[in-house]
């Protein structure tokens, strides 16, 4: 009985991945209740976890230098980006979009200089796109979102120093 259930759960499972992405959606979640205690919880996302940003570091050869001597890669940096120099958070709840139409090129890249009010990027909120414009002239020099990403009110979009 319990390897039917399973069978069946990632059948169901299977089929939510598919309204997922005939419908467009970003996110589709479901509880299943089977009875006392019992029940399946399922969170199917287009987009996963927050994008976790890697930096590819060089390793050097090891030398006769203590360890305590190498400097610190990113000193006093803080832990949320929304708290660095230049930082534009979302000024909504929505999904980002970082170009106006799927196929064209992006709104800004990393390196490109913005002019106070270029757009930035779209933030889809009730069916409704809005153009988030530059807060200042500069450089972007972080984009701190993924394309089609659910975004919360205050959360970090981008660095522009």
């Known amino acids: 009985m319990g390897h039917n259930k399973h069978d ?8 939510l991945a598919e309204l997922l992405r005939e419908n467009d959606l970003a996110e589709l979640q479901v509880k299943r209740d089977y009875g006392d205690n019992d029940s399946l919880n399922v969170r ?5 976890p ?10 050097a050869a090891p030398s006769a230098a203590p360890a305590a001597a190498a400097p610190a890669a990113q000193p006093d940096l803080p832990a949320d980006p929304a708290a660095l120099p230049g930082a ?3 000024p909504m709840v929505g999904t980002v979009y970082l170009q106006a139409e799927p196929g064209t090129p992006a709104f800004v890249s990393v390196g490109d200089k913005v002019a106070e009010g270029d757009t930035l990027l779209i933030v889809e909120a009730m069916k409704t796109m809005n153009h988030i414009p530059a807060p200042r002239a500069g450089i972007v020099r972080r984009i701190l ?3 089609g990403a659910a975004v919360e009110y205050g959360s970090p979009l981008m660095i522009i120093e």
Request: glycine share 4%; net charge negative.
């Open 8 to 15: 069946a759960d990632v059948a169901f499972i299977k089929a």
């Open 44 to 48: 199917v996302s287009r987009y996963g």
């Open 50 to 59: 927050a994008p976790v940003q890697t930096v590819h570091v060089p390793v």
């Open 145 to 147: 979102v993924e394309d």
């Open 88 to 90: 534009v958070t979302s």
